[in-house]
C-alpha cells in the first residue's frame, strides 16, 4: 500500500456523509497511517481510530433529535447550540463510550486543527503527543463562533479549526504525506459563498483576528478547492465527496436526512473502492491481513 493520508473537511452535522465514508473503510479493513481532520471530521476520526463500527452514526444520528445535543435551549441557557458537555463529556463517557484504550494504542497518527483566537493562525494537535486530552481538543475544533464558547487549552483560547484551514490538505503534505485521501462533505461544484450583510451583526470585541478570517474565511476556502483540483490532476489527490447534493445543513435535526447523507457515504465509499485502491497501490491481501 502506498503510504497516503486521510484529510477530513468539517461540516457540522454534514459530516455524517464522513462517518459513512469511514463505516467502510473500517468493514473494509483500510486505514491510513495519518488522518487529519477539523471539527466534525476529526470527530468521526476518533471512533474511526478506535476501530468503532456503529459509533459515529449512534452518536450523530441517534441523539440529533436530543434537545441535549442540538438545540436552542442550550444556547439559551449556556450560548452554545451544540450541548458540548454532553457530547464531550457525558455521551464518550456514559452513554456511547469511547475506547480510549483502543484509541490511544492504535498505530495511526490522528492531528486535529483548532484556531487560536489570539494570532487568528491554525494550531494542530497530535495524538502522539496529547493522546489523553484528545475529547478537550476535538471540542475546541468543533466550537463553532458565536454558537459555541472557545475552549482554553495550554494558555490558549480556541475555536473551530475549520475557520483558518477547513481542508487540512496542505498540512498533510507538509507532514510529509505526498498523496492524500481527501473527504468533502459538499458535492462537486460547490463553492462558498462571501459572508452576507447578517454576518457585520456578530464580531468578536476580544478576538478581532477571528472577525478578519471569518470574513476572508470563503476564499481560503474556494482557493483550497482549486488547490486540491490542481493536485488531482497531477495524481496526488483521491477526493470523495457526496456523488448527489442532499439538504443537510450544519444543524440539521432530521434523522431521515441524516440517515440518507450518512448511507450516501457508505455507498459512495463501496463504488468507488476500487479506484481508491489503484490509487493506494493496494493489494488485496494487504487489506485482508490488517
Not at 124 to 146: T, V
Not at 255 to 263: I, S
Request: include cysteine.
Amino acid at each position: 500500500m502506498k503510504e497516503a493520508g486521510l484529510v477530513l473537511e468539517g461540516g457540522g452535522m454534514r459530516g455524517v456523509y464522513t462517518a459513512g465514508v469511514l463505516e467502510y473503510f473500517m468493514e473494509q479493513r483500510l486505514y491510513f497511517p495519518y488522518v487529519i481532520g477539523v471539527s466534525a471530521g476529526a470527530c468521526m476520526a476518533a471512533s474511526y481510530l478506535s476501530r468503532q463500527l456503529g459509533r459515529n452514526r449512534a452518536v450523530n444520528i441517534d441523539f440529533a433529535g436530543d434537545k441535549r445535543y442540538l438545540s436552542w435551549r442550550n444556547f439559551i441557557r449556556k450560548r452554545e447550540l451544540f450541548g458540548m458537555d454532553f457530547i464531550f463529556d457525558e455521551i464518550p463517557n456514559q452513554l456511547v463510550p469511547f475506547d480510549y484504550d483502543a484509541f490511544l494504542k492504535s498505530s495511526e497518527q490522528l492531528v486535529v486543527g483548532t484556531t487560536d483566537c489570539e494570532t487568528g493562525e491554525p494550531v494542530y494537535y497530535g495524538k502522539d503527543r496529547y493522546g489523553e486530552d484528545m475529547l478537550k481538543i476535538l471540542r475546541a475544533s468543533s466550537s463553532l463562533p458565536f454558537v459555541a464558547p472557545a475552549v482554553p487549552f495550554e494558555d490558549r483560547a480556541l475555536l473551530d479549526g475549520g475557520i483558518v484551514d477547513p481542508i487540512p490538505i496542505k498540512k498533510a503534505q507538509q507532514d510529509g504525506f505526498d498523496k492524500n485521501v481527501v473527504v468533502l462533505t459538499k458535492p462537486a461544484g460547490y463553492f462558498k459563498n462571501p459572508p452576507g450583510r447578517l454576518s457585520s451583526l456578530f464580531k468578536y470585541k476580544q478576538h478581532p483576528k477571528i472577525n478578519e478570517r471569518i470574513e476572508t474565511r470563503y476564499q481560503l476556502y474556494n482557493d483550497t478547492l482549486d488547490y486540491m483540483e490542481e493536485e488531482e490532476i497531477r495524481g496526488n489527490v483521491f477526493v470523495m465527496r457526496p456523488s448527489v447534493s442532499m439538504p443537510v445543513g450544519r444543524v440539521e435535526k432530521d434523522k431521515n436526512k441524516l440517515v440518507k447523507l450518512y448511507e450516501l457515504g457508505w455507498k459512495d465509499a463501496e463504488a468507488q473502492f476500487e479506484k481508491l485502491k489503484d490509487f493506494l497501490e493496494i493489494k488485496e491481501e494487504s487489506i485482508s491481513s490488517k
